[in-house]
């Protein structure tokens, strides 16, 4: 009789592992949506959609993507800069208990989040646009505040392991740091430190907040900004495929007049030959037209790169950028003349909303 018992709880336990083995994680979960959207469509996304827009301030289930087409983005954006300094909010006044929530919010609701991060610097405070100061080679592994950096690093991995639903879900994000590192002004942009330099900040961040701070709930994104017009320019600062899942691109200018959407379409090109080559996703990380001059900028500019076939067909996501009223707004609110043709955009079959996402993955 004990040996019985003792045979079933082995079985038992056995089968436990495996079928925890075999469970799939969050992360590689999100991952796997990703991957399938190809050819169904591409995600819409902004930033800050629950915090602000015209008119308001964190009210409970608005957005002006919401107020405009009547129904929130598929993709979330969020802002971490100033989570390493300790502070309640961050650079753009949004409070990171706020931010928590929200988060959690959208992926409650179906949504995909993703935190971009433009932090202080440790070394004097000032904020990520001043490049006076060469920060990089200060902070990477043998720097002289490399420790320093490293409580910066525990301080955001704080939070991000800290966005958890009430079933203890630690929630999945798409984290994007170090972006735009091919322009000059950030202070780890390219005239303030050397590809190699900024390829070993970028690998030290992932390794540490994988393997020293146990964030696995993450997906990676490598988001230079427009500078490139070849493969190999775009992967000057690439970390390498063992740290990164999602190849991007961030690109305000050459969306802003007919003449440069070619050069956008070309760029995205690159960026989706090499994702499908590495069976990594691919996504327009940042786009928009600060204020909106150009009224049918989202059928004109945007809706004519994501008209193009290949990019239509792999691109996974495509987001703009947030909705600071009336000096630095990326969405038109209700009113404004382009709303019409945001509502336009967002109508077409193959540009997913929040609710369109939702019945994609039903179907799956
Ligand atoms: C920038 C601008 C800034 C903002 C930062 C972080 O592109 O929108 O005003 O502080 O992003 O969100």
Redesign the pocket.
């Known amino acids: 009789m004990r040996v019985k018992i003792w045979i079933l709880l082995l079985l038992g336990t056995m089968l436990s592992c495996s079928v925890s083995q075999n469970e799939i994680s969050e992360k590689d979960k999100l991952f796997k949506t990703l991957q399938s959207l190809k050819g169904k469509g591409v995600l819409f996304g902004h930033q800050d959609t629950y915090a602000y827009g015209y008119t308001w301030n964190d009210v409970e289930g608005q957005s002006d993507v919401k107020r405009v087409t009547g129904d929130y983005p598929a993709v979330f954006g969020w802002?971490l800069?100033g989570i390493e300094e300790g502070k309640l909010a961050n650079?753009?006044t949004v409070s990171f208990d706020n931010i928590r929530k929200y988060a959690i919010k959208a992926y409650g609701q179906g949504g995909i989040n993703t935190f971009?991060w433009?932090p202080f610097s440790v070394i004097d405070g000032v904020d990520s646009w001043n490049t006076e100061t060469r920060v990089v080679d200060k902070i990477i592994p043998g720097g002289d505040y490399h420790e320093a950096f490293k409580k910066d690093l525990d301080a955001l991995a704080d939070f991000l392991n800290s966005v958890i639903t009430v079933e203890g879900v630690k929630v999945p994000f798409i984290f994007r740091p170090w972006h735009e590192m091919d322009g000059s002004w950030f202070w780890w942009g390219s005239d303030s430190c050397s590809p190699k330099e900024l390829k070993e900040l970028f690998r030290f961040t992932v390794q540490y907040l994988r393997e020293e701070k146990a964030v696995n709930q993450m997906l990676v994104a490598y988001s230079p900004d427009r500078n490139f017009s070849t493969r190999e320019e775009y992967l000057s600062w690439y970390p390498g495929d063992e740290y990164i899942d999602l190849i991007g691109m961030d690109n305000y200018y050459d969306l802003y007049t007919n003449g440069l959407l070619d050069e956008a379409i070309k760029k995205l090109h690159i960026i989706i030959d090499y994702a499908n080559e590495k069976g990594k996703i691919s996504a327009f990380t940042e786009t928009g037209y600060e204020n909106i001059p150009d009224s049918t900028w989202y059928t004109s500019k945007l809706g004519v790169v994501l008209s193009d076939s290949i990019v239509a067909a792999n691109i996974s996501y495509a987001l703009v950028?947030?909705n600071?009223p009336l000096k630095?707004f990326f969405f038109p609110f209700p009113g404004h003349p382009s709303a019409k043709y945001a509502k336009e955009f967002t109508d077409r079959e193959d540009i997913l909303l929040l609710e369109d996402f939702k019945q994609i993955k039903n179907m799956d």
Request: glycine share 10%; net charge negative; proline share 0%.
């Open positions: 802002e800069g650079l753009d971009s433009h950028w947030r600071d630095h």
